[in-house]
């Protein structure tokens, strides 16, 4: 049933790389098509108002992140024992039961249970990179992380606006369009998808290794690879400022309503996309990867410092151009660290990277939006709407001069 990567070549694209960007394209509808109605489901089944449901979201996202660390190793180390296509279509198809599992939810907990669920097979970032690096010369790498990048953004944009639509005819029929899209792209998956990884360069799974922590200790043997994880965390919790803090600050600083901020996020989802499709290539071509990512990370530093002190709408929405240069850094990170990984721990390390990605999800929220509470609430000595991006900012800072010292690695 497997196909040679290498002969697909020829024919443009490698279908295993047109299934991953469209894994990610509707892994990330799905998540935006249900984005809009979960508030309504949660306040129906916790029998809660708003502001409970807020937090029960906030404990719901924790879970999710806590489990995408935990199961991050697990689903590279997988990968590299069994290949890339077994543990990729077996998480679509989980993810379609997690999806209709929350749909018929009868009770708060089971939210619990699908969102657990969500972070178990949400952990196959980590196989969907390695069968990227599998399949492509290094060179070429960022420029597809890129569009993965891009899937991504475009998947946001796209699902809020679905899940919007579908939800007028109920809160819980966004969700079963999630899972329809996550079953049919199973299936796609199942026709098109050959396996990327060379039976030669498959090794024994080791539980020891799929965690976390056993990951740490055996990937730090890697040339260079402990400074960048570094600069991947420091980066992953600075990036977390916009989707944790961004529709409180604009809704408070800038006096924006619902709709303005969405069609914020929209414009920011949109240029992201735009930056990763069309200049992320062209610039590790010109410049390299680490200095691409420098780039990427000094524009988030500005952009980042900029809304410590604009003080108008205006302003910030003109701004977004700015931030949407720093879509540069993540693309440019992965191909580095992707670099790094021999044939047969690629699934390993992109599997830690997605751990380090979570542990940045798990810090974010408790560091930016306790901060952003108190420097807005009236116990404050001083109302300071930019904290939060000041933190962040410093955060951007030190991943760029973390950056600065890790050395080029040879080929693999």
Request: charged fraction near 10%; proline fraction near 6%; charge should be positive.
């Amino acid at each position: 049933m497997e196909k040679s990567v290498t002969s697909e070549k020829a024919n443009g694209i490698p279908a295993s790389i047109k299934f991953v960007l469209a894994t990610i394209l509707i892994n990330a509808i799905g998540f935006g098509i249900i984005t809009p109605v979960l508030p309504e489901l949660i306040m129906e089944l916790g029998h809660s108002d708003l502001s409970e449901a807020t937090a029960i979201g906030g404990t719901l996202s924790l879970l999710y992140a806590a489990t995408q660390f935990v199961c991050g190793p697990l689903a590279g180390n997988l990968s590299d024992r069994f290949g890339r296509r077994p543990v990729l279509l077996g998480s679509l198809f989980g993810f379609s039961v997690d999806f209709l599992i929350l749909a018929f939810a009868p009770t708060l907990t089971w939210l619990y249970v699908g969102r657990f669920m969500s972070g178990v097979f949400g952990a196959s970032n980590a196989p969907a990179q390695s069968a990227i690096a599998d399949a492509t010369a290094p060179e070429d790498r960022p420029r597809l992380f890129g569009l993965i990048g891009a899937a991504f953004g475009i998947g946001f944009v796209i699902g809020p606006v679905i899940g919007g639509v579908l939800g007028e005819f109920g809160h819980r029929v966004p969700f079963f369009a999630a899972a329809a899209l996550a079953a049919a792209n199973c299936i796609y998956g199942f026709l098109v998808f050959p396996e990327t990884m060379a039976p030669e360069n498959r090794r024994t799974f080791q539980w020891r290794r799929a965690n976390p922590v056993g990951a740490l200790l055996n990937i730090r043997k890697l040339p260079g690879i402990l400074p960048l994880a570094v600069v991947y965390f420091l980066w992953q919790v600075a990036s977390l400022i916009y989707p944790m803090t961004w529709n409180f600050f604009a809704y408070g600083r800038y006096g924006w309503s619902s709709a303005m901020v969405g069609a914020s996020l929209s414009a920011v989802g949109l240029s992201m996309a735009l930056v990763q499709t069309f200049l992320t290539g062209r610039a590790v071509h010109r410049f390299g990867e680490r200095q691409t990512a420098q780039v990427g990370i000094a524009f988030g530093a500005l952009a980042m410092t900029a809304y410590v002190f604009i003080p108008n709408g205006w302003l910030g929405f003109a701004a977004i151009p700015l931030l949407a240069m720093q879509s540069l850094a993540q693309p440019a990170l992965t191909a580095m660290l992707s670099r790094r990984a021999t044939a047969d721990t690629q699934g390993e390390v992109q599997g830690f990277a997605s751990s380090v990605m979570a542990l940045g999800a798990i810090v974010a929220p408790l560091l930016f939006n306790p901060l952003l509470a108190w420097f807005t609430s009236p116990s404050a000595p001083f109302i300071f709407w930019g904290a939060a991006f000041a933190v962040a900012a410093t955060f951007a800072v030190m991943a760029l001069i973390v950056l600065s010292v890790v050395r080029p690695t040879e080929r693999r």
